[in-house]
Each structure stands twice: as structure tokens, then as C-alpha cells.
């Protein structure tokens, strides 16, 4: 990027040189033109001496007339300097405030101090490229986790709203297009603390170009990327080790996972949660035939899903032929109560609005609503802005595109043992999974469980590290109360890892040992306490043998004496 203080420099060498053949005038016309000493004797002035005076009368301090009082002609002659100066200053002043407010250099300014403070940063980052929706989410819970992210997005309104935005860990933003190499090369792509990119502009290509670009300018960087088709899912698959999620295959998939086991539905839901985020009620939707409207993207993976989990469905469509809709949909935009009757709504237990507009998925569940009070309702929310409205129908479930891939990504960054988690219960039962639910709402107040990752090592733990080399270590041992080792801390380790293998729900007795992984289940508040188990020597000792010891070197030497 060119020097901006060159640019500045050029922008400005008129007014420079003006200010410059002023001064020089002005100090060589005080030195040519004699004065008098108080003897008055002739006295001529030193340029030292002029450039001193022409310097506080062109600011307008107007110090006086030194070392002497000046003659008629000096005076003349200053009159001339202060109208002189004070013109060429005020054109000076106002040629730099113009080009301070010009778009293209406050442009360029903004790209300057934004690429020395990604020059600057020492901490591991994320770059987000793409701050609507999902970004935003993302952003936020990027922050509250105390992890630093980049951010580019095209539109300028967006980079602004993230500057006023309060985050704990302030994120940097630049208004570019992601999709050109040289501006995220410029966001930091190659730099050492860059541990991440993540793809969630609204464009497919430009994410695959952001995964290009961050497979060739540093190769096994992690990428993860948002893909609203098929094709683009397979694309950005097809090199690297890229993580896709297609929004409209997730949900599709969580509904049929709801429709057949509501409680592992529900654990999905909680473990892929915001932390803060209100606790969902669980959902115990109906199998038997659905109704869908609209078969865009959305439609075609929900009727793709549910058919393949053998439930029936009736699909309303507005152009049938583009849309390549199968045998038997009814055409229309199901908004029309004939033809919500036409596709079978009568006999329907659920019905899914997924068109890519919301004032006609609020007017299909509020017809169908009108004609069938007990139905399951699905709606596509595609705009945020409609959210008070969408939560006011009082829908049983809203299909956020974009927290939905919010979520799906936070869970993967937060810590990869949940994805181990998620992948172990899918060899459960769904009375094992309402147990589990159980369990945790017991656990619980309002907002969804806090899951972090306790690594049993020297760095992250060192007490528990010490101990576990020296004495035998239970699970049990670490969910004591550190106020009070009687009590048990409200918490639940959900998944044990050592040596590649993973226990489900481990038992209070279970050894630990070094560089085991363990994934806790709390609230917020309870986490702190855990991690200061692992780390404080003096408090580990307490929950291990019961005996409180002091903290402090000094009073150790002084209880010893």
C-alpha cells in the first residue's frame, strides 16, 4: 500500500509551496528593510530574528514588536505579512480539511490504519469474510469467548455498524470484497496468528474463492465456508480439508432428527448453542404428512430428507417446470386456502413455509393456521428485520438461515470435542437422549448449557497436571466445590478423549490421566470454578485430601518459624 503520508504530502504541495514562498517573502522583506535600536541608530534585523517574528504573527499571537519598536516601514511591511499569511493558511487549512472528507482518501486512510493493526495483533485470530446476518452472530460470540476476529465486507454500512458495536475483544473491520486475494492478503490471511478463515458472504462463488485463496496463500489454514447449493458444497469440498455447511441441509436434517428422536433433536440444539442464548423448549413434532410450499433450495433438501426418513409430503410450488417440483405438485403459491386444501392439508400433522419471501410464508401458516388449528408450523425467516413479527405468530419452529450456520460454525470453533460429542449419540437411543436432557436442565437456568474443554497438560493445567503424575485423580475429585468439597458442582462432563478413543458421559470414577480432553456441561459461572481447580495448586489440594493450605510464599515461611 503507498505511503499515505506521501500521498497526503502530494495531495497538499500546492498549498506547501505557497505557505513556503509566503514565509520566505515575508522574512526577507523584514531583513532587507533597516529598523532602529533604541539610540536610533540603524539596526538591521537577522533572518533569525524575522523568521521568529513572521512565526507568531502568522499564527496571530501577536507578541509585539522585538528586540525594538519597529519604524513606519517595518510596520507597512508586517501589515502586508499578517493579510499575506493569514490567506495562505486559510487556503492551506481548508485544501487539507477537503481532502480529509474526500472519499478516496479517507478510504485509503481507513485500509492504512486498518492494515497496521492487523500488523499489530499478537493474539490468534479469525477472518470473517461477510458481516450480515450469520457474521454478526458469529462476531458476537467470537468476542464473548475472548477470541479476536477480522472482518471484511463489502458494504460500508456494515463495516460501521461492527465499529459501533460493543464486543469485549474489539474486532477490526475493512470494506472489501473478499473474493480479491490482495485484500485478504491485506487482512492478515498470511499472518502467524491467523488460525482461521470463514467464508459467510451471500455470494457461493466468492466463497469459493475465499477457500482458493486460503488453501494457496496459506496452505492448512482451517476454512470453514457457507454453500447454499449442492454444487458449491461439493466444489469447495473438493480440495483442501475445508468444513461446509449448507444451511438448508442442516435444518432439513435437524427437522427429520426431530420428527424421529425429539430428545437427541434437543441435545443437537443445546449443544450448538450461543453462549447466553435463551434455553429452548423441546419440540416433539408429529410423523405422518407434511405439507411444503415453496421447493427453491430449501424445499428440495426438506423433501429430500423427509422422504428418505419415510414421511409423506404434499409440495405447493409457483412455477413447478424451473423448479423441476415432482409429480404431483399442486401449483400455486399456498397462500390460497384452495390450495392448501388441494395439496392435503386436511390430513396434514405439519406444515413447512419455505419460500424466499416472508410476507408470503406469514400469509401461508396464517391461512393454514385459519384452516387446520393443529398443525406443526415451520417457517423460513429470510430477514432479520421480521423478527418481532415471525416470534409474535407464535410458530413452533423458525428456520434462521443465518443462525443456523452460526451456530454450526461457533460449535466447531468453540472446541472440536463437541463435534465427537454429537457424532457418539447418534449411536444412542431417544430415552437416552430425554435422560441427558434431563440431566441438564437440572443443571441449568434459562439459557443454554456452557460446554468448554478441560486438556489435561502443563500449560493449561498445571495443577491438575502435577497431580495427575503424582496421585490418583477422579473425575469425581475435580467436580467437587472449591468452597466447599461436601458439595458437588452443578456440572456435567459429557465426553472423555484420551488416545483417540472417546467415553460418552464418563463415570465419577474414572482415573484421569495426562493429556486427557474432557467436555464439561455448566453454566457460565460454574466453568470458573472448574478452571480454577486445574490451575491453583492450594485449591486442588482442598477438593484431593481436605486440608486447607495458605497461598502465599511469605506465610508459608512465616507459619514454618
Avoid at 15 to 28: G, Q
Wanted: charged content about 20%; glycine content about 8%.
Amino acid at each position: 500500500m503507498p505511503d499515505i503520508f506521501y500521498i497526503l504530502l502530494r495531495r497538499l504541495r500546492t498549498p506547501i509551496i505557497s505557505l513556503l514562498v509566503i514565509y520566505a517573502v515575508s522574512i526577507l522583506g523584514f531583513v532587507l528593510i533597516p529598523g532602529q535600536d533604541a539610540d536610533g541608530k540603524p539596526w538591521p534585523m537577522s533572518f533569525f530574528h524575522a523568521f521568529y517574528f513572521v512565526s507568531y504573527t502568522a499564527s496571530t499571537i501577536g507578541f509585539g514588536e522585538i528586540p525594538y519598536a519597529f519604524t513606519d516601514a517595518q510596520r507597512m511591511w508586517t501589515m502586508v505579512v499578517i493579510y499575506l499569511t493569514v490567506i495562505g493558511w486559510l487556503y492551506s487549512i481548508g485544501a487539507l480539511l477537503a481532502i480529509m472528507q474526500d472519499p478516496a482518501f479517507r478510504k485509503l486512510r481507513s485500509e492504512y490504519v486498518f492494515q497496521r493493526a492487523v500488523c499489530r495483533l499478537r493474539t490468534p485470530f479469525y477472518l470473517v469474510c461477510g458481516y450480515g446476518d450469520t457474521g454478526s452472530i458469529l462476531v458476537q460470540a467470537l468476542a464473548d469467548e475472548g477470541i479476536k476476529s477480522v472482518v471484511i465486507d463489502k458494504e460500508e454500512t456494515r463495516i460501521n455498524e461492527l465499529e459501533l458495536s460493543d464486543h469485549i475483544r474489539r474486532p477490526l473491520g475493512l470494506v472489501g470484497d473478499a473474493s480479491i486475494p490482495a485484500v485478504l492478503q491485506v487482512a492478515g490471511i498470511t499472518n502467524n496468528y491467523c488460525v482461521g478463515v470463514i467464508a459467510l458472504t451471500d455470494s457461493d462463488q466468492t466463497n469459493l474463492m475465499v477457500a482458493l485463496s486460503a488453501h494457496l496463500l496459506n496452505p492448512g489454514l482451517r476454512v470453514l465456508a457457507r454453500a447454499d447449493s449442492s454444487e458449491a458444497e461439493a466444489n469447495i469440498r473438493s480440495f483442501g480439508k475445508n468444513e461446509v455447511i449448507n444451511p438448508f441441509e442442516t435444518f432439513a436434517g435437524r427437522l427429520a432428527l426431530a420428527l424421529h428422536s425429539p430428545g437427541i433433536y434437543t441435545l443437537y440444539t443445546w449443544m450448538t448453542g450461543i453462549p447466553h442464548e435463551p434455553l429452548q423448549e423441546p419440540l416433539f413434532p408429529v410423523c405422518g404428512y407434511w405439507v411444503i410450499c415453496g421447493y427453491g433450495r430449501f424445499g428440495k433438501a426438506l423433501h429430500r430428507r423427509l422422504t428418505a426418513a419415510n414421511i409423506q409430503c404434499g409440495i405447493i410450488e409457483a412455477d413447478p417446470e424451473s423448479a423441476r417440483a415432482p409429480a404431483g405438485t399442486v401449483h400455486g403459491s399456498g397462500a390460497e386456502a384452495a390450495t392448501l386444501l388441494d395439496a392435503g392439508l386436511k390430513k396434514a400433522v405439519g406444515i413447512v413455509a419455505g419460500t424466499n419471501n416472508d410476507a408470503n410464508n406469514l400469509s401461508i401458516l396464517m391461512t393454514a393456521r385459519e384452516l387446520q388449528h393443529k398443525l406443526f408450523m415451520v417457517a423460513r425467516q429470510n430477514q432479520r428485520d421480521n423478527a418481532i413479527i415471525y416470534e409474535k405468530a407464535g410458530f413452533d419452529l423458525i428456520m434462521k438461515r443465518g443462525d443456523v450456520i452460526a451456530h454450526k460454525i461457533f460449535a466447531l470453533l468453540r472446541t472440536p470435542l463437541i463435534s465427537d460429542f454429537l457424532d457418539a449419540i447418534h449411536q444412542r437411543d431417544n430415552a437416552w437422549a430425554n435422560q441427558l436432557v434431563s440431566r441438564i436442565l437440572g443443571i441449568t437456568s434459562d439459557e443454554v448449557p456452557y460446554l468448554w474443554e478441560i486438556k489435561i497438560s502443563k500449560g493449561r493445567t498445571p495443577a491438575l497436571y502435577r497431580n495427575c503424575l503424582s496421585r490418583i485423580v477422579t473425575l469425581e475429585d475435580l467436580l467437587r466445590d472449591p468452597r466447599d468439597r461436601l458439595r458437588k458442582l452443578p456440572a456435567i462432563p459429557l465426553l472423555l478423549k484420551r488416545d483417540g478413543e472417546s467415553l460418552v458421559l464418563p463415570e465419577g470414577d474414572t482415573v484421569l490421566e495426562v493429556s486427557d480432553r474432557l467436555l464439561m456441561c455448566a453454566d457460565y459461572p460454574t466453568s470458573h470454578e472448574m478452571e480454577w481447580a486445574t490451575q491453583n495448586e492450594n485449591v486442588l489440594h482442598y477438593l484431593l485430601t481436605g486440608q486447607e493450605t495458605s497461598g502465599g510464599g511469605l506465610w508459608k515461611v512465616l507459619i514454618t518459624k
